[in-house]
């Protein structure tokens, strides 16, 4: 694409770094399945083929960011406006895709890197682990106290929310005894009996029981009298 101010000269830089962008996409892509591979086969991690893919790509990432400067430095001497503003565009395409694949080198070094640590670190605990079981044996036995702890310490939450559930109840059982002790008293109100009048009555169903009690006592004793009268 011909393009006045040194435009066949940027569009030569464009074409140059969209091959490099598609050689790091295809890069990346690649070490990813690496990647993955020797992730879910052996948990292997081979450190120098991988460290030698991402300083290639790394060099080519830095090759396209330093054609973007000079295409930058370009399209800005474009005279027609429409020109360079498809070319700033086309610019900051390349720019922010050469941005995503340094961020995407970055994430799988530091994935890489832990990956190495986690290895040299499995590797020393069994290391140590074959040199005395005994540190293994009390690893063992506090993390079955652990355990304890934590199934004593569900069962008592699970005691106390019984316990909670519990109280809630009665608690409810009493607001229910509560409404109805209202609602008969309301009842009582509205046939006209007052609060005087029911205690009048209470004490009368009281004084009969007790006249009740009495006079059978006293039956039983004229009985007893009798019985011993006619011996």
Known sequence: MAVEGGGGNLSELYS???RLALKVRDSLER???LEYTSSSSSNAVVAGSSDD???AIRRDINQIQSLCS???RLWRSIPSKPQRDLWKRKVEQVSEEAESFR???DKYISRHQKRIQEAQERAELLGRASGDSHVLRIFDEEAQAMESVRRSSRLLEESFATGVAILSKYSEQRDHLKRAQRK???VLNTLG????LL???ERRNRVDKWIKYAGMILTIIIIIIFWRWTR
């Open 16 to 18: 140059g770094s969209k």
């Open 31 to 33: 070490l990813e399945r």
């Open 53 to 55: 893919q991402a300083t």
């Open 70 to 72: 000079d295409m930058d």
């Open 103 to 105: 961020a995407s080198l």
């Open 184 to 186: 008969a008293l309301d």
């Open 193 to 196: 009996l007052s609060n005087t």
């Open 199 to 201: 205690r009048l009555i």
